[in-house]
């Protein structure tokens, strides 16, 4: 149940931001993910879709995924649930976005999301980075500005995380150490290119059939980054159609050498599920470090 309080909460911003009175009628629960739960509120002026976390345990995280969303919205390049507002009440934080219905995929599904993942890969800064830090899961994403990418890469992603996993005991010294020697590699590695606005957190789970069966994606972790990095992550899980790359590569063609990088890429996001979930993570990990 959703306390009374937040939803009250709720329907007073939605009614000031649009203006008219709004009534929520009634919530249904949905699939939350590992750290949110999720529900669907119906109210006298339509469907809305609620998250719901912990105001102390990951804060600001909310107003970080609002500014994810409005980024990607503001790149026009690929369909994304519209962000209306967010808030806590005691120690429940929320966010209220647009409701997305499912709907069956249009015949060029993966064409028309390929292409416009690469559309949205083409919206570049001068650096690598962000104006502030945000949230990958619930680990905290820093996102400092630097010119060039090998250096983002390793100060920003991967050494944090080693870090942080050395410091829980979840990591060895010996491929902690291997791992700070193939950061310093990564000049070698990676050939120059502009920075892209990433999705961040590009996997199966992250996108779904929304309105005239496009692709929409949410639970961003943006920043301007390594636009490998974007499509790395989706080859991790799997559950992307082969058109999704083809039709990527026809409109922002990747540089040579792209097959190789993808363990590079996968580093940082195996890296972050080793520390939330631990497991057979730490071998794949470890068997990237020494391919290379």
Request: hydrophobic share 40%; proline share 5%.
């Amino acid at each position: 149940m959703i306390d009374d309080k937040l939803l009250q909460d709720i329907a007073i911003k939605l009614s000031a931001k649009f203006g008219v009175k709004i009534q929520i009628i009634q919530s249904e629960k949905l699939y939350g993910g590992d750290i949110n739960f999720t529900y669907k509120i119906a109210t006298n002026e339509g469907d809305y879709f609620l998250k719901i976390n912990d105001h102390k345990k990951f804060p600001k995280i909310f107003q970080k995924e609002l500014h994810g969303l409005q980024a990607l919205r503001a790149a026009r390049s690929i369909a994304v649930p519209e962000p209306y507002l967010y808030g806590h009440v005691g120690n429940a934080a929320y966010l209220v976005t647009e409701y997305i219905p499912k709907e069956a995929a249009r015949h060029d599904f993966w064409e028309h999301f390929g292409a416009g993942l690469a559309q949205l890969h083409r919206q570049s800064q001068p650096y690598f980075g962000l104006n502030e830090s945000n949230y990958i899961g619930s680990i905290k994403q820093y996102n400092t500005p630097y010119n060039n990418w090998p250096v983002f890469y390793a100060f920003n992603r991967i050494m944090p995380l080693v870090k942080l996993a050395y410091d829980e005991h979840q990591l060895d010294k010996t491929l902690a150490q291997q791992l700070e020697a193939l950061c310093k590699r990564f000049p070698q590695i990676f050939p120059g290119e502009p920075s892209s606005l990433l999705h961040g957190d590009l996997w199966s789970g992250n996108f779904m059939v929304g309105k005239k069966g496009q692709a929409y994606v949410y639970d961003p972790a943006i920043y301007y980054g390594y636009r490998e990095m974007d499509l790395a992550m989706t080859r991790l899980f799997g559950g992307f159609d082969n058109r999704f790359y083809q039709a990527y590569d026809k409109t922002y063609p990747l540089q040579p050498g792209w097959q190789q990088r993808i363990g590079i890429c996968q580093l940082y996001p195996l890296l972050v599920h080793y520390i939330l979930f631990g497991g057979s993570y730490y071998n794949s990990i470890r068997e990237i470090v020494r391919a290379f």
